[in-house]
């Protein structure tokens, strides 16, 4: 790792197989905390590029628990993290949404390291038992419409600097790479970045690996819909920017996304929103996220028609459901 750290420190860049090699010798504990501490910090000062990207995408995917879950529409909902903003868990929530409107959701999701709350935080505090055992995932997502992939029960490098991740305390590559790893590849995503550098990396990354995608990006900083300005929206099909009206009907203030102090109090959220007790600026936010990755199957002749399904699942308690089934099922 000296040697690898001495060339980074030189400015240099690393190529697709000694990304991929570096991140392999991570999983398989060859460097020291501290080694490794350092090789995530150059990322810190510095964007990633392509290639790293790449190599490191190749070394967790060539590692991870394959999971074959007998559906081939699936969707998976995630935003990179590491916007600082502390939302409310938008993502996981338009994810039961999905799931409420008849969409199969596969969710590939990890502990908060740089917020309070994430996805598997608030997944465990509501009672999911993380697991890789792929009957039970398929089971989940035939049963519930949805199921829910712990990051480091599938990647053991996620497993082996999560400690490391979680003191630094902010964004780290390792954002950028969750949700290009999901070990189920689902056929469709709708990933949220927190900033335009970010939604161009991802942009060509994407279109190089020919996936079917949506990149969202409020202009204001979220990895999300936010609803607070307007949306930047990228596909395989070109780029637009859409207005709070357009995308949610109403615009919102950054003040009531707040997601609560600790896990307990973002569960506590989470349940009073998908119960349909959420407040209008809460539910105009979920809705969006959910409508705009319905929109990202092509199952709908417009974003309108996608969104008035969200409404609907929120609305008649189908997302609900969804939810009380999955925690029945463990």
Same mark, same amino acid.
């Given at each position: ?11 240099k860049?690393?190529?697709?197989t ?12 060859? /460097? ?14 510095? &964007?990633?590029t392509?290639?790293? *990207? ?8 060539? *590692?991870?628990?394959k999971?074959?879950?007998?559906v081939?529409?699936a ?9 600082g ?25 990890? /502990?908060g ?8 935080n608030? !997944?465990?505090?509501l ?7 792929e ?15 712990? =990051? ?7 497993? =082996? ?14 954002? !950028?790479?969750?949700p ?10 709708l990933?949220?970045?927190y ?10 990354? *994407?279109? *190089? ?10 202009l204001?900083? /979220? ?39 600790t896990? %307990? ?12 007790k959420? &407040?209008?600026?809460q539910?105009?936010?979920?809705? =969006?996220? =959910? ?25 008649t308690?189908?997302?609900?459901q969804?939810? %009380?089934?999955?925690?029945?099922? %463990?």
């Amino acid at each position: 790792m000296k040697k690898v750290l001495q060339y980074l420190f030189e400015h240099k860049t690393l190529t697709r197989t000694q990304a991929m090699e570096v991140l392999l010798n991570i999983s398989n504990e060859k /460097y020291n905390e501290h080694e490794i501490t350092s090789f995530i910090t150059v990322y810190l000062m510095r &964007s990633i590029t392509i290639d790293e *990207l790449l190599g490191f995408r190749d070394a967790l995917l060539s *590692l991870a628990v394959k999971v074959n879950l007998g559906v081939d529409n699936a969707i998976d909902i995630v935003g990179t993290g590491g916007d600082g903003k502390d939302t409310f868990n938008i993502s996981t929530l338009a994810c039961f949404i999905v799931a409420g409107a008849g969409q199969p959701v596969v969710k590939h999701g990890n /502990y908060g390291a740089s917020s309070v709350s994430g996805a598997s935080n608030v !997944m465990e505090q509501l009672g999911y038992t993380f697991k890789n055992k792929e009957a039970a995932l398929s089971k989940e997502v035939n049963e519930a419409g949805i199921c829910f992939l712990h =990051a480091p029960l599938f990647h053991p490098a996620l497993k =082996a600097v999560g400690p490391m991740r979680r003191n630094i305390g902010v964004r780290t590559f390792f954002n !950028m790479l969750g949700p290009i790893v999901n070990p189920a590849q689902p056929k469709f995503q709708l990933i949220g970045v927190y900033n335009l550098e970010m939604a161009r990396i991802y942009n060509y990354v *994407l279109q *190089l690996l020919d996936k079917e995608f949506t990149l969202i990006h409020s202009l204001d900083g /979220y990895d999300e819909i936010s609803l607070t300005t307007d949306t930047k929206i990228i596909t395989n099909k070109g780029e637009s920017i859409k207005t709070p009206y357009e995308l949610g009907k109403k615009k919102v203030f950054a003040s009531e996304l707040h997601g609560g102090a600790t896990v %307990q109090e973002a569960a506590a959220i989470f349940k009073t929103i998908i119960e349909g007790k959420g &407040s209008w600026s809460q539910n105009a936010v979920v809705l =969006a996220n =959910a409508a705009m990755a319905l929109h990202v199957t092509g199952k709908y002749q417009n974003y309108d028609a996608a969104f008035q399904a969200a409404v609907t699942s929120l609305e008649t308690g189908a997302a609900n459901q969804c939810l %009380q089934k999955l925690i029945s099922l %463990q």
